[in-house]
């Protein structure tokens, strides 16, 4: 089915092999430590993130389609954004090649923006919000980040109280520096806002090969890791122990600042699977 409110899909493109890590399937992935069971798992071979079916929903929990707070210059579209012009807006922010989904962010047309609410970019959010949401327990997201100066991808976590007492930001890249992975933790305890700079590593370029991303949640332990080796860790604080859910999300513009000239659009976030074993 043709969503009625975007335009009609491209010809697929092929998605080449890159390095990185391989990709395994869920029936074959061993359990990242014992004691472990698979929970969730979207491995991206069927449904668009914005289906009906689907076990995510594509915009902030309240409704929202971006976070003005933070200054980011997209909107996030879905099949049931409704332009007030009632023309269909000429992006497509999700789609599946090969079984793995793209997260795309690119230009709307500047005589189409009062459609997109004033935003000079569309992209793609999806979340957990309705469907899941756990306590304790071990994440496992297989993306390849975009660069590009403006672009500010993200997979995170927050707890279900509209997030104001618990964020795990799993992985954040800056798009002019994708070999920058940024880990964070924000909490409120006793009143007083709180945040662990958990992981602010240099490595490879995040941009040119899939990569693992985890987090190991335990009642004692906040531990992050890159392809399967702990890069982070912390006490895990009193925070979290309420359920969170799941957050993956490409932004443009706030914490990555403008997109520059020779920031390539569209630009993808490209996402072979999560899974969450628990």
């Not at 104001?164 to 964070?184: R, W």
């Amino acid at each position: 089915m043709i969503p009625v409110d975007i335009a009609p899909p491209p010809a697929v493109v092929r998605v080449l092999p890159v390095q990185g890590t391989p990709a395994v399937s869920a029936e074959t992935a061993v359990p990242p430590r014992p004691g472990l069971k698979l929970v969730f798992s979207d491995e991206f071979d069927r449904r668009l993130p914005d289906d009906p079916a689907s076990p995510w929903m594509t915009t902030f929990f309240w409704g929202g389609r971006n976070l003005p707070t933070n200054k980011e210059r997209q909107l996030y579209v879905d099949r049931t954004f409704r332009p007030a012009s009632g023309e269909p807006l000429p992006v497509r922010p999700f789609e599946i090649r090969d079984g793995v989904l793209a997260l795309r962010a690119e230009p709307i047309p500047d005589e189409r923006r009062a459609d997109a609410q004033g935003a000079a970019y569309a992209s793609g959010l999806m979340t957990t919000w309705k469907s899941f949401a756990f306590t304790y327990g071990h994440v496992e997201v297989r993306a390849r980040m975009p660069e590009g100066k403006g672009l500010w991808p993200a997979i995170w976590l927050l707890r279900r109280d509209q997030g104001k007492n618990g964020e795990i930001d799993i992985v954040e890249i800056l798009g002019a520096k994708p070999t920058m992975m940024m880990s964070t933790v924000h909490w409120l305890e006793e009143g007083e806002r709180k945040k662990e700079k958990l992981v602010r590593r240099q490595g490879p370029d995040l941009s040119a090969a899939f990569h693992v991303y985890g987090l190991d949640w335990t009642a004692d332990r906040i531990t992050i890791l890159l392809d399967g080796k702990e890069v982070g860790s912390m006490p895990t604080p009193r925070a979290f122990t309420e359920p969170m859910y799941l957050l993956i999300n490409l932004a443009v513009g706030g914490w990555a600042g403008p997109p520059a000239p020779t920031t390539r659009f569209p630009a993808e976030m490209l996402i072979d699977y999560v899974r969450i074993w628990r």
